[in-house]
T-cell receptor, first 117, second 110 residues
């Protein structure tokens, strides 16, 4: 079946512009995660969704970052007034669900490489 | 201090060698994940485990909950195993999110 897809695969934008990154999770997966991988850095958590709600937004680095999910499926990560330090690979993952005490495998998308010039 | 520490940071091996990558963590976990990231960035989940040992082909993952330590072993390594291997943990107290190690860059020469 289809895996997690992300678009665009690459995005070059000028400092100060807004960008939208899209994630299509695996069909039927209720949990969706956004991560960021900066050059030479490890992966860092940004936000996760359970259905359309985001119980944990603690990883969003600033109020310029926001995310939403509609219909329990597609999610959009929006970065307003982009800065050069926002340049990174943004990865999306999905899992079947999230239940306390139970761990589920996460399936990753190919990522969106964002370059802010 | 990162909650998840991996070693070594870089590892070079000759084809056929036995590889071990280590992961230590400092918090209570619900599960530990081993991920593989190839050049080009795609991440694949190799294992998810909360106790004992799992094996898939030439890959073996073990975890010792008491010692807060996990190892990833690759037997009969091959150049196609060259990738970054990432350890990540899930915590019951912060449902859903993963905490990542910095990764181990493995290069296997023919």
């Amino acid at each position: 079946g289809a895996g997690v897809s992300q678009s665009p695969s690459n995005k070059v934008t000028e400092k100060g512009k807004d960008v939208e990154l899209r994630c299509d999770p695996i069909s039927g997966h209720t949990a969706l995660y956004w991560y960021r991988q900066s050059l030479g850095q490890g992966l860092e958590f940004l936000i996760y969704f359970q259905g359309n709600s985001a119980p944990d937004k603690s990883g969003l680095p600033s109020d310029r970052f926001s995310a939403e999910r509609t219909g329990g499926s597609v999610s959009t990560l929006t970065i307003q007034r982009t800065q050069q330090e926002d340049s990174a690979v943004y990865l999306c993952a999905s899992s079947l669900r999230i239940i306390a005490g139970v761990s589920y495998e996460q399936y990753f998308g190919p990522g969106t490489r964002l370059t802010v010039t | 201090k990162n909650e998840v520490e991996q070693s070594p940071q870089n590892l070079t091996a000759q084809e056929g060698e036995f590889i071990t990558i280590n992961c230590s963590y400092s918090v209570g976990i619900s599960a530990l994940h081993w991920l593989q990231q190839h050049p080009g960035g795609g991440i694949v989940s190799l294992f998810m485990l909360s106790s004992g040992k799992k094996k898939h082909g030439r890959l073996i993952a073990t975890i010792n909950i008491q010692e807060k330590h996990s190892s990833l072993h690759i037997t009969a390594s091959h150049p196609r195993d060259s990738a970054v291997y990432i350890c990540a943990v899930g915590r019951g107290s912060t449902l859903g999110r993963l905490y990542f190690g910095r990764g181990t860059q493995l290069t296997v020469w023919p």
